[in-house]
């Protein structure tokens, strides 16, 4: 599997390190981990959150779920995943 254009450009910009493990096609990070015989706590999935602001991507171990009442706490706002139509807009590759 690849990265979309767009997303490798945005990590290159805010100086995030990443290295990219070929696999095959899997539904979930952890089953992509495993497939890549990467540790599921190594390997990190990207998360598309909506709020009031704008979009917030977030970076989190294939292990890991995002508590959102906690997020929203944190924030101060309220976030939720954000939709495919949504996510489309931001990364059109």
């Not at 009442?69 to 706002?77: Q, S, V």
């Amino acid at each position: 599997m690849g990265i979309a254009t767009t997303l490798a450009q945005y990590l290159v910009d805010r100086d995030v390190a990443y290295k990219l493990v070929p696999h095959p096609h899997t539904e979930t990070a952890s089953a992509s981990a495993a497939a890549s015989k990467v540790p599921a706590d190594s390997a990190v999935k990207a998360v598309v959150l909506k709020g009031g602001d704008g979009f917030i991507l977030a970076l989190l171990p294939a292990t890991r779920h995002i508590q959102f009442d906690e997020l929203r706490r944190m924030l101060g706002a309220d976030v939720d995943i954000a939709n495919e139509e949504q996510v489309e807009t931001l990364f059109l590759d």
